[in-house]
């Protein structure tokens, strides 16, 4: 993207562009990802006509993130900067500034989910007052009571999560509430946390958003409802009467409710775009704001999918999602409200030990090189020679495990693989723990299953070979990497349609169909079925004793 036109350049104002050009439609989706903004343009044919990104790291330096976040020094609080992603809501794609035609313009967005920000009493008379003449984060800049805002990775919140199932009768009974048992990363842990530790700056917050509903705020000019969809991740509302729980917010902090607002449905369209992007950047004044989501629930609207099918996100998380028409809320995983289906719901896994931990294999075995990774792939045999890894350099959500484990094929532990079989052990043994996981929540891989694959790492096919062939499954990808991005234009379009009974799959049946990627290599059922129970066997053992270590820390005289 062109930096001068983006951040301080002023695009023409609509009033020229429309008078030469009669106006098209058109959604722009983006994605407030870990790593990166994402964003798309899609036409009315659901054609993506523009595509482009920004890193956090590389291009917006001042923040001094890495990978996106700041991890604190205790190694369990992370967080981002709020300003940094205020800084890069104003980054409009160019060529819906310059002139042209006119682009008749709604916007969709799905950011990581889980995040929070906490908006200072007296922001919202700033946020609707904003001089078109000035930058945005500029602005902004007093209007938060904390700065840095807890995201998913962080996982400092223990004592909350174990409070908060106390509070409502147990971890099953939290689950059955809100979709999930308490999570270190959930929102109204890391509110509790904040209320426990800052409580003056507490009581100095006006408003709670998620990163969802906070973007969605600077679009619109005043706050955003949250939507039932991304609010599914807070173990806070009622998943099935889609309305806070009292006793959950209670429990985190007082004057939740107030704080966070009704929850709305996803597809509610939330208002008319702020008059600053309307005279700073030349949206349209028509231009309506649809309810923001989450990264995952939008991906699922981007891959289209559909009942049976499996996605898998491969992006800085892992995740891997269903869509569900009963939920059977858990101790593992995830029930969210589906975000293109009221009626429906969404079951999801997150890994934690994605990208960033390929990289670091990648890095330590075959000096950065992605092709000399896919070479270790293509150079050894499926099974791996009965070697199985468990690679986890930061506490793993599903399941709780930390370090690096190697088993020979006696399961024996080992303390080192060659190179190329380091490398395998790593994605198999990925896409096991994916398989066991799933399963474990009642998923079967059936003759007609297709696996759809996005995120970064689905660009590279020899890492879609092992999945095709541990899933024993076709895999198919979109032509964009990015489904978050294209799902929250289409929800754009779902947003404006809704009232007329559209359903989500009519309208999206244009839009190009997932491409074939990988299908199972002859003899894979044969070689994972008999590894995929040594997997979950070694995976209970290295659990026992992660759990053992942990009982021996809290005797006492046993300082660990
Ligand atoms: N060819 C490749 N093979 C494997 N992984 C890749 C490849 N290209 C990119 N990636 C991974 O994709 C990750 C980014 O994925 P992406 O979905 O864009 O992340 P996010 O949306 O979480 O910011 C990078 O961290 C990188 O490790
Ligand atoms: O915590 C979860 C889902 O529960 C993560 O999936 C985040 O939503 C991060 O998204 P990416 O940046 O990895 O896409």
Known sequence: MDEDVLTDGRAPGPSAAMAEHPARPCCLGWDFSTQQVKVVAVDAELNVFYEDSVNFDRDLLEYGTQGGVHVHEDGLTVTSPVLMWVQVSTRIPDPLLRPGPHWEMEVGLAPRQHGSVYWKTGASGVLTSLSPDLLLHKQLQACFSIRDSPVWMDSSTTAQCRQLEAAVGGAQALSGLTGSRAYERFTGNQIAKIYQQNPEAYSHTERIS?????????????????????????????????????????????????????????????????????????????????????????SLAGMRLEEGDIAVSLGTSDTLFLWLREPMPALEGHIFCNPVDARHYMALLCFKNGSLMREKIRDESVCCSWSDFSEALQSTEMGNGGNLGFYFDVMEITPEIIGRHRFSTENHQVSAFPRAVEIRALIEGQFMAKRIHAEALGYRVMPKTKILATGGASHNRDILQVLADVFGAPVYVTD?????????????????????????????????????????????????????????????????????????????????
């Open 210 to 298: 998620l990163v969802s509903s906070f973007a969605a705020s600077l679009f619109l000019g005043s706050y955003s409802p949250i939507d039932y969809s991304d609010g599914s991740g807070m173990n806070l509302l009622q998943i099935q009467d889609k309305v806070w729980s009292q006793v959950c917010l209670g429990a985190c902090a007082p004057h939740l409710e107030e704080k966070l607002g009704s929850p709305v449905p996803s597809c509610s369209v939330v208002g008319a775009i702020s008059s600053y992007y309307v005279q700073r950047y030349g949206f349209s004044p028509g231009c309506k704001v649809v309810a923001f989501t989450g990264d995952n629930p939008a």
């Open 480 to 560: 964009t990497a990015n489904s978050a991005c294209v799902g929250s234009a289409y929800r754009a379009f779902h947003g404006l349609a809704a009232g007329t009974d559209v359903p989500f799959s009519e309208l999206v049946k244009l839009a190009p169909n997932p491409r074939l990627a990988a299908t199972p290599t002859a003899g894979a059922s044969q070689v994972y079925e008999a590894l995929l129970p040594r997997y979950a066997k070694l995976e209970q053992r290295i659990l026992s004793q992660i759990r053992g270590l942990r009982s021996e820390c809290l005797r006492p005289r046993h300082p660990c």
